[in-house]
């Protein structure tokens, strides 16, 4: 049976980045706080926590004083910061160059409005996801956020609409959200449209597609929590019905591949390359 690991799949330079800032950090102090989880993958924070890494929640955070945290790559609200300075918390920020991009986007957009009626400011994303709350932190809270074509009734079509879309987020969801505000909106009306999907990231959808028509069977790694593994997931199941999600070798069943001659391991920019390769050994030896 022949086992192939898609060399396009594993984390995005964002993901790199924080990981790599928090185990320079813990080779030093053998501590760190991280602000929420460090990447949406329970099987590469717990291997990070068994080197130190301790993960706390935002309340926790504003108890803390005088330590060092780390900012995972999802970025934060400037809150944040505010009561880092205060607490005297060091912050090893870690954001993703690509989400800081956006953040300044949106708070210049919505620091250009005089006063509400001049706009809104609408972001594509999940609500409660940690980039979405560090986004919508930029507009004082007022931002708009839509998961889908179900939350279009939030806006109001009479005042002109800026819309931003979360990093992670497909361009197909983004693109069919713009045509449904555009049947809705004032036509006389101002609506400004920003696509701030991070390419390297969207740019997967197409090679995965590819890469599951390959094999007989799609093995997608991933964690629960991520939004991106989830979005990838049903990519590669739409091509290959026999797309199965595992977050660790354990999830693995054999007879998944009773009859197969080629498995496609694949995952998304929160699996671990090491975790893909620990789930094609045991596969191999099915």
Not at 24 to 51: F, M, P, T
Not at 61 to 71: A, D, G, M, S, T
Request: charged share 25%.
């Amino acid at each position: 049976m022949n086992v192939e690991i898609d060399n396009n799949s594993g984390f995005c330079f964002g993901v790199v980045y924080a990981i790599q800032r928090a185990e320079e950090e813990l080779a030093i102090s053998k501590q760190l706080y991280c602000l929420g989880d460090i990447v949406h993958n329970s099987v590469e924070v717990k291997r990070l926590e068994s080197k130190g890494l301790i993960t706390i929640d935002n309340e926790e955070f504003q108890k803390l004083k005088n330590c060092k945290v780390l900012i995972r790559a999802h970025g934060e609200p400037a809150d944040t910061y505010k009561i880092a300075l205060k607490n005297n918390i060091t912050l090893i920020d870690a954001s993703c160059p690509v989400v800081l991009r956006l953040q300044n986007k949106i708070k210049n957009g919505y620091d250009s409005f005089v006063n509400p009626e001049q706009g809104q400011i609408v972001i594509y994303g999940k609500k409660g996801h940690a980039e979405v709350n560090g986004l919508v932190g930029q507009t004082q809270g007022k931002a708009i956020v839509v998961s889908s074509l179900d939350d279009l009734d939030k806006i109001d079509y009479t005042k002109p609409i800026t819309i931003y879309s979360q990093t992670t987020k497909s361009p197909e969801g983004f693109n069919l959200i713009i045509k449904e505000i555009e049947k809705r909106i004032n036509k006389n009306l101002s609506f400004i449209r920003n696509d701030t999907i991070c390419r390297q990231v969207s740019s997967r959808d197409k090679k995965l597609r590819n890469f599951a028509k390959r094999h007989d069977v799609i093995i997608f790694v991933s964690g629960k929590k991520s939004s991106n593994g989830k979005m990838l997931f049903e990519v590669c199941k739409r091509e290959n019905p026999q797309t199965y999600f595992v977050s660790d070798d354990e999830d693995v069943k054999p007879n998944w591949f009773n009859g197969t001659d080629s498995v496609g391991i694949c995952g998304a920019t929160s699996t671990p390359k090491w975790l893909m390769e620990k789930i094609a050994d045991k596969i191999k030896l099915l």
